[in-house]
T-cell receptor
């Protein structure tokens, strides 16, 4: 079945450093979504990418969708302590709304 | 924006009892609702997909007789954990979708003692 792999599992950074998490799907995706989950909270939708090669920015966050629509990345520039949490990618398959989540990358930011 | 309400936010129940969790889309009609389970420090695992008025589609390994899903209207879906056991203790979360991008509820933390 469809699998979505996400790396790294966790990352510790010093405040001000950059951070990137990568997502790879075993199949071509119709879209990819990114979520942030704070400890004890629920996933909060960040963005959805649909087009091949698409790049979107939200302030310090840059999201990319690969040309083959099988991989994606989230890059945070100059991390802040408020960026702490787990970032999940979620791949949507073609022909339906089924969404499979990656394992998540837990970001720790040291002030 | 789209708002999804999930109730209760937490519940403690005795082993062998059943627990019902509600998921409501407050300001939109959700044609599809998803139910996920999340164990501590793990990802969200899709349990089932339900479309209003039809039977839910369960993921492999999810017991449909144990996790009863009802999607009777475009704004309400329920998940009932029947004969709950301690291993069912988890964080259950719904996602309601109208056009493909779902909005998550706030989740329900179930503890079975």
């Amino acid at each position: 079945g469809q699998q979505v792999m996400q790396i790294p599992q966790y990352q510790h950074v010093q405040e001000g450093e950059d951070f990137t998490t990568y997502c790879n799907s075993s199949t071509t995706l119709s879209n990819i979504q990114w979520y942030k989950q704070r400890p004890g909270g629920h996933p909060v939708f960040l963005i959805q990418l649909v087009k091949s090669g698409e790049v979107k920015k939200q302030k310090r966050l840059t999201f990319q969708f690969g040309e083959a629509k099988k991989n994606s990345s989230l890059h945070i520039t100059a991390t802040q302590t408020t960026d702490v949490g787990t970032y999940f990618c979620a791949g949507g398959n073609t022909g339906g709304f089924k969404t499979i989540f990656g394992a998540g990358t837990r970001l720790f930011v040291k002030a | 924006g789209a708002v999804v309400s999930q109730h209760p936010s937490w519940v403690i129940c005795k082993s062998g009892t059943s627990v019902k969790i509600e998921c409501r889309s407050l300001d939109f009609q959700a044609t599809t609702m998803f139910w996920y389970r999340q164990f501590p420090k793990q990802s969200l695992m899709l349990m089932a997909t339900s479309n209003e008025g039809s039977k839910a589609t369960y993921e492999q390994g999810v017991e449909k007789d144990k996790f009863l899903i009802n999607h009777a209207s475009l704004t309400l879906s329920t998940l009932t954990v029947t004969s709950a056991h301690p291993e069912d203790s988890s964080f259950y979360i719904c996602s309601a979708s109208r056009t493909g991008t779902g909005t998550f509820g706030s989740g329900t933390r179930l503890t079975v003692v």
